[in-house]
């Protein structure tokens, strides 16, 4: 693995991480925006641009986009978060010339107006579909809550209203603020030649706007709350529960990867073997979520409504047992056992490197090899799981509650 | 493609080792597939394969259940156990140097497994809760139900099991499902990675070469059912469409054929569903057709999910774009499916996990593996007349249609 970095002029920063023994190469544009900066009221904005994006300019129409892509055989797509719109693709290595000014095209879309309207109607069917997936409503609900009065709670769909409300001037003024060459990241994964690379980023993207967009990365301050939503009749309750965790700079954020495992991961955790195992509850998981400034515990579980409040009760014992008592080291020994091999096995495909790559240096500016990353996860203590603890006890502050259930007691 | 190192052995017990060496890789997987999957359970004791695959686990030779993950967490074993309509498979990755002690335990969970009477009320329950979350979620909801009502029962009914069976399975089913179900004759290993054959096949022989035969478990009659058209009345946002047809099954002379019609309407975003429906009427976010099947059957599975008053217009647009495939097929479009073929048959090789599972699979259905080069060449032989052919021979018609949403839709009756 050959690892290079360098910054255009215009402010792109573009990295590499090439293996020429690779079949593929993967790139990924990580554009620095995302639900958390939008302003009210363009919620939705920074995902339906994403979309927008696959309609091309006055070189390509959205038919040329697909098309070509197609044309190379590429798996691509793109994904909107809460900080990060990436647009990516992997494809083999001799159509990387074509690949690369694709997905250059795709981020200054010409946005126009009839193309705007046809996906205006995608959008709200997408917010249908994820409106049908309770699981998902309960994340919403409770990132809302938690992060009330923060960027962090916006919704990275939006609503049917502001969607159906959103102009294209609007999404136009949105785009030229935000995908300025500053905001963004090209990062490269697999079998490429860093020299071709370098040729490609000036033809495509040297004539970008230079600058960049900051954003206010105040810790969150959540008051506690819980939001039940009575959904149509279905079976199971879902609830999800947010706390707060150390942010995406924090050098704690490897420990409470590894808590999250040892605690609340989907197999041979504290909370599997206390409620999944004795099939208490389908789900039962804690996850790690970090953000720029901020970070959670993420609690969820899924069960019949009728012994919700039960499992409630036991994951908070564990939670208790934990704060109080730490982990063993036996436990910690196998969490890095377990997440040691996920990164080595993600890591044999360059699409599976593409998100740590990107990830590492969009919010940390630091290239990490999966050497490196395996000795950083080495250097995790018991120790430092204890400071972890004491910082940022496992627990919540805020609750979303979607099901059948009038009331979940927080 | 470059050239694949392919080799199989058949023991003397009649378990058959099919594998692939890949040299630039750290990892090794492995996809043990046991025919003992679904189909193979009895009448009103549906589920029991489902429940056996999480009972299994839970203990065998000198682990107890957390012994055992914990053993398999420290190899760094990324494993997922799951029940088809044919096998119950055990499939993992780890890095290669830990296949011969992973290989070691899953050799006591298939060969000495505990079958613990006091933890099968909680598989149970366990089973319950994932069909219950299936129930919850509409569109998997609406492909096992288009599953059920395309293929002849059993091989459509759910492989996870039903609702209304849970309760009259006992644990004494399992242990006879088990006894019945698990024996090496038809068994298959695949296993793709940094690994050398004579190895691999001495482990093999060490870990399940003394695995005594058993009588084969007859594969049982198939039923069709007679009904067409299906409607499950739930208050959803959107209304959740399936739509089924005929198609070749998988080793057919014409299977690849048939990969390429259902690519040109379903591969990549500027196939002739994502384009007409989502695109160009943004009726929906997700419309897909996929081709599906078991031994000697195949069908086109079609999914669209969209909000409930247009739904009957993305059922007519979905429809219509079916039949038009019959009508001429662009050049280009077949070259798109030939260039999405040879990417993906060439990115396949980054993984151990596909490779591995790939293999297995192809042995079961054709007792042979196809090479990555003999696919690519089947493909881009390929001709828009034999693909157009093919469409004739094959047409989309005797659909059977499903749809889960606040209203019913009406299906033209002269399609159905």
């Not at chain 2, 999480?54 to 990324?78: H, K, W």
């Not at chain 2, 009320?121 to 009502?149: I, N």
């Not at chain 2, 057709?289 to 195949?298: E, N, Q, R, V």
Request: proline share 4%; with cysteine.
């Amino acid at each position: 693995m050959i690892f290079h970095n360098t910054q255009l002029d215009n402010g792109l920063q573009i990295i590499a991480e090439l293996n020429p023994h690779a079949h593929s190469v993967a790139i990924g544009y990580f554009v620095r925006t995302g639900a958390r900066d939008e302003v009210m009221p363009v919620s939705g904005v920074s995902h339906f641009l994403e979309h927008m994006a696959f309609k091309g300019n006055e070189k390509y129409t959205a038919d040329d986009v697909n098309r070509i892509f197609d044309e190379i055989g590429a798996n691509y797509n793109a994904s909107t978060s809460e900080e990060i719109t990436l647009y990516y693709g992997s494809f083999l290595p001799e159509y990387i010339g074509t690949a690369m000014e694709l997905l250059s095209t795709l981020i200054y879309p010409s946005l126009r107006q009839d193309d705007f309207d046809m996906e205006k109607k995608v959008i709200l069917e997408e917010i249908g579909m994820y409106d049908d997936l309770h699981s998902f409503t309960a994340y919403e609900k409770v990132m809302q809550a938690h992060f009330q009065g923060h960027p962090l709670g916006q919704s990275i769909l939006g609503s049917v209203q502001s969607i159906t409300d959103l102009t294209s001037e609007q999404m136009r003024a949105y785009h030229a603020k935000q995908y300025m060459a500053g905001n963004i990241t090209l990062a490269i994964a697999g079998n490429a030649d860093w020299d071709q690379v370098l040729e490609l980023a000036h033809q495509f993207c040297d004539a970008w706007p230079a600058g960049s967009t900051d954003r206010p990365t105040d810790e969150a301050q959540p008051a506690p709350s819980t939001q039940t939503i009575i959904e149509k009749p279905i079976q199971q309750q879902h609830i999800m529960q947010l706390g707060p965790a150390p942010a995406a700079k924090d050098p704690l954020r490897l420990a409470a990867e590894l808590l999250s495992v040892i605690i609340g991961d989907d197999s041979n955790s504290r909370m599997f073997w206390t409620l999944v195992d004795p099939g208490l509850a389908e789900s039962a998981e804690l996850g790690f979520n970090e953000y720029d400034g901020s970070g959670t515990w993420l609690t969820y579980l899924c069960s019949d409504p009728e012994l919700i409040q039960s499992n409630l009760e036991l994951i908070q014992q564990i939670y208790n047992e934990v704060n109080s008592n730490g982990i063993t080291q036996e436990e910690l020994d196998r969490a890095k056992n377990k997440i040691a091999s996920r990164l080595v096995l993600r890591s044999e495909r360059p699409m599976g490197r593409l998100s740590s790559l990107g990830g590492n240096w969009v919010y940390r500016q630091e290239y990490v090899s999966v050497e490196d990353d395996l000795k950083l996860l080495n250097s995790v203590t018991l120790e430092s799981i204890q400071e972890l603890l004491e910082k940022y006890p496992l627990g919540h502050s805020t609750t979303a509650a979607v099901g059948p259930m009038a009331a979940v007691a927080d | 493609m470059g050239k694949q190192l392919i080799q199989t052995h058949q023991f003397s017990n009649g378990l058959t080792l099919v594998m692939e060496s890949m040299q630039n890789v750290q990892s090794a997987a492995f996809s043990l597939m046991v025919p003992g999957g679904s189909i193979y359970d009895q009448a009103n004791r549906h589920g029991t394969a489902s429940i056996l695959s999480d009972l299994i686990t839970r203990g065998a030779g000198p682990y107890d259940s957390q012994q055992l993950s914990s053993a398999l967490d420290n190899l760094g074993v990324q494993r997922h156990e799951g029940t088809s309509s044919a096998h119950i498979t055990f499939s993992g990755a780890t890095l290669a140097d830990n296949l011969t002690e992973t290989f070691k335990i899953y050799s006591e969970i298939l060969k000495a497994p505990h079958l613990p009477e006091n933890q099968f009320d909680a598989s149970r329950a366990g089973a319950e809760q994932a069909l219950l979350s299936v129930e919850d979620d509409p569109r998997q909801k609406a492909m096992v139900e288009l599953k059920r009502r395309s293929f002849p029962a059993p091989w459509g009914l759910p492989s996870d099991g039903e609702l209304a069976s849970l309760p009259s399975i006992t644990i004494q089913d399992v242990k006879r499902h088990y006894e019945t179900c698990f024996h090496p004759n038809e068994m298959i290993i695949g296993v793709a990675g940094k690994i050398d054959f004579d190895e691999v096949q001495q482990l093999v022989e060490e870990t399940f070469g003394s695995w005594k035969s058993r009588d084969i478990s007859e594969e049982p009659a198939m039923v069709f059912d007679d009904e067409k058209v299906f409607f499950t009345k739930q208050e959803t946002t959107q209304t959740h469409l399936g739509i089924a047809y005929d198609a070749v099954p998988y080793g057919h002379p014409d299977y690849y054929t048939s990969w390429a019609a259902v690519g040109i309407l379903s591969g990549g975003m500027s196939s002739r569903l994502f384009t007409e429906v989502r695109e160009k009427r943004g009726l929906c976010y997700t419309v897909s057709a996929s081709l599906t099947g078991m031994p000697g059957l195949g069908r086109v599975l079609c999914y669209a999910g969209t909000t409930s008053e247009r739904a009957q217009e993305t059922l007519d647009v979905t429809i219509q774009e079916l039949l038009r495939l019959g009508e001429g097929i662009e050049e280009s479009e077949l070259e798109r499916c030939k260039a999405r073929a040879k990417s993906s048959l060439i990115m396949s090789q980054e993984s151990t996990s596909s490779r591995a599972s790939s293999i297995a699979r192809d042995w079961f259905y054709l007792k042979r593996v196809t090479t990555l080069d003999q696919i690519n060449d089947e493909i881009q032989q390929l001709t828009t007349a034999r693909v157009l052919d093919y469409v004739h021979e094959y047409p989309a018609r005797n659909f059977t249609i499903l749809t889960i949403g606040p209203q019913p839709l009406e299906v033209p009756s002269d399609i159905s």
